[in-house]
């Protein structure tokens, strides 16, 4: 195991029971952050966007986890977070990307504002097994 | 993992008893020559910059070097069992209480494997078994290392979640600046409970002083997402649906930033750089001139 390997596998992975959860995800993903040297307004944008998919899988899915990587790409650094729930999944994933789209009278900017924050933004969701959204950013 | 008995890990990490006899060899050829290993260890651990501030007591330095042979020793015995397991973890937490980071720690092991591999084994031992032997090794380093990463990241979260739970607790000090003006500055996290419990208790004081101008000064929030965003703009309409103009101050650009980001439409709400910005257009709104004595 060499040291980069190792760096390349620091995980944080955080659990989403409810909506206590969502303050804990903040500070747990600020010292994550911080740790890996990443500061604002980065540091913003990637904890703003997390919080999103948090708070998403709270409402919609009640509870799911949310895997935080540090990624090395030769010289480029970059964080992935992938938020996966078991939840009722989406209907129409083009509509849940729509700017004010909701289906709980919310703002509807959570799912399309992440895709404009970050760097690549995939999202897999089945009806009645789960949603899981993958991003990434990388650091400038 | 937490509860995984050493059966569940060794299958997870794929150690089959053959892996264990390998690595009981492999010491054989090693424990002798620990001591050299330590001093090849010292050498490279020397020059991190955190040495001193772990090493400044020599007596501390026996320590941990006699922890750290006895830890190979245990290793090469070859057995995992629950007391195997429950020493690694009582060896994260140690790390996470002393705050060692976990990089530190994954070069330490890493360069440990180094030394043992390249400089302390023997270079005939082992014959042919040798690749076998060391892929053996290196698996119960990575279970090792899975226990003690565990161990460290509970107590890491739990000291986190204790802070989470003392940021959210921050009381919301409305205080009246002046007549007509009052001010809240916000810190920590805002979540949706904390944002319904700023807005009820900034409307009530509204009601108490017939306040015409409301500060609310953001600069101590770090991270303002849709949901709280959606609050931060109700806040406003209601206040100003009392007759008090809400100015917010201390956006920081990188809350600037997010939320243009996000796509919020903030036209509703009356921003102001500073908070010195802010009062400045407080005292315009209620009337009053601020000047310099003798002007
Ligand atoms: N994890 C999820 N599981 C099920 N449905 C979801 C999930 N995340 C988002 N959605 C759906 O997508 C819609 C848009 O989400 P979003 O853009 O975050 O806006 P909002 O949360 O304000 O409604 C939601 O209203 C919901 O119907
Ligand atoms: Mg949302």
Redesign the pocket.
Known sequence: MSLRDAENRELLVLRIDDDSDIPVVLVRLGAFLSAQGICAPESARIATATV?LA???V???KRGVIRVRALRLGHQRGIEVEAE?K????ANVNL?LTDS????G???????GVRRLMDDFDIR?TVGSG?TVRIRRWIP | MENMSPVLLMQRHEIVEADLVLVRELGSHIEPRLAEYVEHLYAWMRQLPEYEEYFADPRRVERVQRAQVDYWRELFRGVIDESFMARRRATGEMHARIGLSLPTYFAAVDMSLTILVDRVLPEAALGDRKAAALRALTKIVHIDTAIVVEAYNRLTSEKLAGQARALLELSTPVTALWEDILLLPVIGIIDSRRAQDIMRSVLQRIAETRAKVFIMDISGVSVVD?AVANHLIKITKAMRLMGCECLLSGVSPAVAQTVIELGIDISSVNSRATMRDALEEGFRRVGIEVKRIGQ
């Open positions: 999103e708070t998403n899988i409402k919609y899915a729930d939840g009722p999944g989406i849940a789209y909701s289906t709980s919310s703002l509807g900017l959570g799912l399309p969701s949603t | 849709t």
